[in-house]
């Protein structure tokens, strides 16, 4: 099974809030967490709403509103399919969503591959399986590090940006898949390195359409508001012209606690029942049924 981590999404809906509702565009009100994974993006990852100038506009775009409507026609329209939820009035919510559209091109064209695996289907037979692949000669680098068994290669775009790949023995997800490729590009960047000579890498295409589960985003809150909603969609595409990463982040949020849902009191014990007036502070009248008088009067009350 196949996971992945876009957080800038996240960062962005989090700052339009800031910005939009909750009067704090310098950022200087905390965020107040209430699990692990929340009290680490807190820590290690929302120190980066002060880089959202790197992207371009088209790259990122965000939608606020108190009208839910408003923000699921912008997800619509740009083909994603997660949708919020409206919330009470009385609740005073506010609804964003944040889209990050980035397009990565190789400095060449690559050439189209195949990958082959084969898998035992038992009884000693062997499917032979075919994965469409890229081959790619130039303006890319490979690497050696010391705590990692395989190279780590690293594929220059037009634009700047640079995509890094390395076999992974044991999948990651959330938090913990950033934290390992992290650690990689530090080992890479920090000469925990050797630069090694390979003329040419061979990798998959690719096509993911995902919906990340980011529940761990709720309840955190900020200013007498809390997010009560979080959802994203996220999708990659891999072949021999580039890369290109799509992927939205939807939160809702309430201005108060949340009302409960509405509760029934039935009383089925023997209870007490007793009848006061103003102005006298003693009951006009006081009592305790059980179930030997719970009857309907045989003298309606409709005419009195």
Same mark, same amino acid.
């Given at each position: 099974?196949?996971?992945?981590?876009?957080l800038?999404p996240?960062?962005?809906?989090?700052a339009?809030a800031?910005?939009?509702?909750?009067?704090?565009? =310098?950022?200087?009100? #905390?965020?107040?967490?209430n699990?692990?994974?929340?009290?680490y993006?807190?820590e290690?990852?929302?120190?980066?709403?002060? #880089?959202?100038?790197?992207?371009?506009?088209?790259?990122?775009?965000?939608?606020?509103?108190?009208?839910?409507t408003?923000? *699921?026609?912008?997800?619509?329209a740009n083909?994603?399919?997660?949708?919020?939820?409206?919330?009470?009035?009385?609740?005073?919510p506010?609804?964003?969503?944040?889209?990050?559209?980035?397009? #990565?091109?190789?400095?060449?064209? !690559?050439?189209k591959?195949q990958?082959?695996?084969?898998? *035992?289907?038992?009884?000693?037979?062997?499917?032979?399986?075919?994965?469409? =692949?890229?081959?790619?000669? +130039?303006?890319?680098?490979?690497?050696?590090?010391?705590?990692?068994?395989?190279?780590?290669?690293?594929?220059?775009t037009?634009?700047?940006?640079?995509?890094?790949?390395?076999?992974?023995?044991?999948p990651?997800?959330?938090?913990?898949?950033?934290?390992?490729?992290?650690?990689?590009?530090?080992?890479?960047?920090?000469?925990?390195?050797?630069?090694?000579n390979?003329a040419?890498?061979?990798?998959?295409?690719i096509?993911?359409?995902?919906?990340?589960?980011?529940?761990?985003? +709720?309840r955190? !809150? +900020?200013?007498?508001?809390?997010?009560?909603?979080?959802?994203?969609?996220t999708?990659?595409?891999? *072949?021999?012209?580039?890369?290109?990463?799509?992927?939205?982040?939807?939160?809702?949020?309430?201005?108060?606690?949340?009302?409960?849902?509405?509760?029934?009191?039935?009383?089925?014990?023997?209870?007490?029942?007793?009848i006061?007036?103003p102005?006298? !502070?003693?009951?006009i009248?006081?009592?305790?049924?059980?179930?030997?008088h719970?009857q309907?009067?045989?003298?309606?009350?409709?005419?009195?």
């Open positions: 099974m196949s996971f992945s981590i876009t800038f996240i960062i962005a809906a989090l339009m800031d910005t939009t509702f909750l009067e704090d565009p =310098a950022h200087k009100v #905390v965020w107040a967490t699990n692990k994974l929340q009290t993006f807190m290690h990852c929302w120190q980066y709403h002060a #880089v959202l100038d790197k992207f371009s506009n088209k790259e990122l775009k965000s939608c606020a509103s108190n009208d839910v408003e923000v *699921n026609a912008f997800l619509r083909n994603f399919t997660i949708q919020l939820e409206a919330e009470p009035k009385e609740t005073h506010f609804f964003i969503a944040s889209i990050m559209d980035v397009m #990565v091109r190789w400095m060449q064209t !690559g050439i591959a990958i082959i695996q084969t898998k *035992n289907g038992g009884l000693c037979h062997t499917e032979t399986i075919l994965y469409p =692949a890229i081959t790619l000669k +130039k303006h890319m680098k490979v690497y050696t590090v010391k705590k990692h068994k395989h190279p780590v290669c690293e594929i220059v037009q634009n700047g940006d640079t995509v890094c790949m390395t076999i992974g023995d044991q990651g997800q959330d938090f913990d898949l950033l934290g390992k490729v992290i650690a990689l590009d530090e080992m890479v960047a920090n000469f925990d390195s050797r630069q090694e390979y040419s890498i061979t990798f998959p295409m096509s993911y359409h995902e919906k990340p589960d980011i529940s761990w985003l +709720k955190m !809150g +900020k200013k007498g508001a809390f997010i009560s909603q979080a959802l994203q969609e999708k990659f595409q891999m *072949n021999q012209h580039g890369a290109a990463c799509q992927s939205a982040a939807a939160i809702g949020m309430l201005k108060s606690i949340q009302l409960a849902p509405p509760k029934h009191l039935i009383i089925d014990r023997p209870f007490y029942l007793w006061k007036r102005g006298i !502070g003693l009951p009248f006081a009592a305790y049924f059980d179930q030997s719970w309907e009067p045989a003298a309606g009350l409709e005419s009195n």
